[in-house]
T-cell receptor, first 114, second 113 residues
Framework: EPEVTQTPSHQVTQMGQEVILRCVPISNHLYFYWYRQILGQKVEFLVSFYNNEISEKSEIFDDQFSVERPDGSNFTLKIRSTKLEDSAMYFC????????????FGPGTRLTVT | GQQLNQSPQSMFIQEGEDVSMNCTSS?????WLWYKQDPGEGPVLLIALYKAGELTSNGRLTAQFGITRKDSFLNISASIPSDVGIYFCAGQLRRGSGNQFYFGTGTSLTVIP
């Protein structure tokens, strides 16, 4: 069964450093998403991406964040200058149709900012 | 941000019992989804609901999209130990020209064998 994959599973970085989190969505899906989940809290929407551009973003997704689909398979989230409060699980998701439809989540990348 | 309130926050039940949890909001949602999350893993989609009043089943799970479009419930019948996890509702809300997606606060389910 096709699934969303994410790498790395755990990333440790120092405050102020740039990180890139990688995702490979399900191959026939057209809509891609990033979410984050701070430990013990609910999942929070960051951004949705369709047709090579951001279609929606939340107030969390500020100028420190960017997303890219550099090739036909990868979807990346970049955090330019990490802060301690960026420590969280970051989940990538994809859907075949628009955001109203079933989104399938990857296993997540745990980001620890020290 | 948008609040999706889930209740109860946690449940401890005996194996074989039925479970009911719900999700409410002050806003009207276009779509309701229910996810289960195991520790250290990503949410797994259980049921998707697209129309007000829609009642959908997936095995022992049943979910309904409230008539007011401001709430949804999830029922699990005859619980088993592998039902343990955190259950999240999620809703899609149209704002302006776009769609925003929100998750509920979660219901932690413990099933006692």
């Amino acid at each position: 069964e096709p699934e969303v994959t994410q790498t790395p599973s755990h990333q440790v970085t120092q405050m102020g450093q740039e990180v890139i989190l990688r995702c490979v969505p399900i191959s026939n899906h057209l809509y891609f998403y990033w979410y984050r989940q701070i430990l013990g809290q609910k999942v929070e929407f960051l951004v949705s991406f369709y047709n090579n551009e951001i279609s929606e973003k939340s107030e969390i997704f500020d100028d420190q964040f960017s997303v890219e689909r550099p090739d036909g398979s990868n979807f990346t989230l970049k955090i330019r200058s990490t802060k301690l409060e960026d420590s969280a699980m970051y989940f990538c998701a994809s859907s075949e149709q628009g955001p109203s439809y079933e989104q399938y989540f990857g296993p997540g990348t745990r980001l620890t900012v020290t | 941000g948008q609040q999706l309130n889930q209740s109860p926050q946690s449940m401890f039940i005996q194996e074989g019992e039925d479970v009911s949890m719900n999700c409410t909001s002050s806003s009207i949602f276009n779509t309701w989804l229910w996810y289960k999350q195991d520790p250290g893993e990503g949410p797994v989609l259980l049921i998707a609901l697209y129309k007000a009043g829609e009642l959908t089943s997936n095995g022992r799970l049943t979910a309904q999209f409230g008539i007011t479009r401001k709430d949804s419930f999830l029922n699990i019948s005859a619980s088993i130990p592998s039902d343990v996890g955190i259950y999240f509702c999620a809703g899609q809300l149209r704002r302006g020209s776009g769609n925003q997606f929100y998750f509920g606060t979660g219901t932690s389910l413990t099933v006692i064998p």
